[in-house]
């Protein structure tokens, strides 16, 4: 799947690398989980981790063809990261 980024998400990024959220995006093992952002829109989450284990979620949405463009990446809460696990545990 292609990627890209919004300038303003990418610049929003607080603490995350650029490169850990294309490792997420690329993981092999990867929930992908629909959800509506804070203005309403609906996107896709996708709840996975880096190479080095960081559990992150990162939120895209689809464009025309088969782009999809990233919109923002965040750390798991506790609960969130809890809930993954489980889900790891069971593939």
Excluded: C, H, N
Excluded at 6 to 24: F, K, S
Excluded at 50 to 72: D, E, H, M, N, S
């Amino acid at each position: 799947m292609p990627y890209e980024w919004e300038d303003w998400a990418l610049a929003a990024l607080l603490g995350i690398e650029p490169y850990e959220v294309w490792q997420a995006l690329d993981a092999r093992r990867r929930w992908p989980r629909q959800a509506v952002s804070a203005t309403g829109v609906p996107v896709l989450t996708v709840w996975s981790r880096t190479v080095a284990g960081r559990p992150l979620i990162v939120a895209v949405y689809q464009t025309t063809g088969f782009t999809w463009k990233v919109i923002g990446a965040r750390d798991m809460t506790q609960d969130e990261l809890k809930e993954f696990s489980r889900w790891e545990e069971s593939r």
